[in-house]
């Protein structure tokens, strides 16, 4: 039973993290927003590695929002 319970919140965790990746993907603020989280929230130096080409992506799309 526990191993159930662990895989139905892996599955969670990886359907919210898609749909808050993908929303972030299409909005400057929420961008922004998810760069900043990630940077703050995500201290192991292995997970950062992970996510350099993330917010990459997160960083210009939020650049966007900066230019008229």
Do not use: F
């Not at 662990?6 to 898609?18: L, P, Y």
């Not at 995500?42 to 080409?53: I, S």
Request: net charge positive; proline share 3%; no cysteine.
């Amino acid at each position: 039973m526990k191993e159930r319970q662990k895989a139905s919140e892996t599955r969670r965790k990886i359907i919210v993290g898609s749909v808050a990746i993908s929303n972030a993907l299409k909005d400057p603020e929420k961008a922004r927003a998810l760069a900043a989280l990630l940077r703050r929230a995500v201290t192991r130096e292995v997970d950062q590695k992970e996510l350099v080409g993330l917010l990459e992506e997160l960083d210009g799309v939020a650049a966007k929002a900066a230019r008229p």
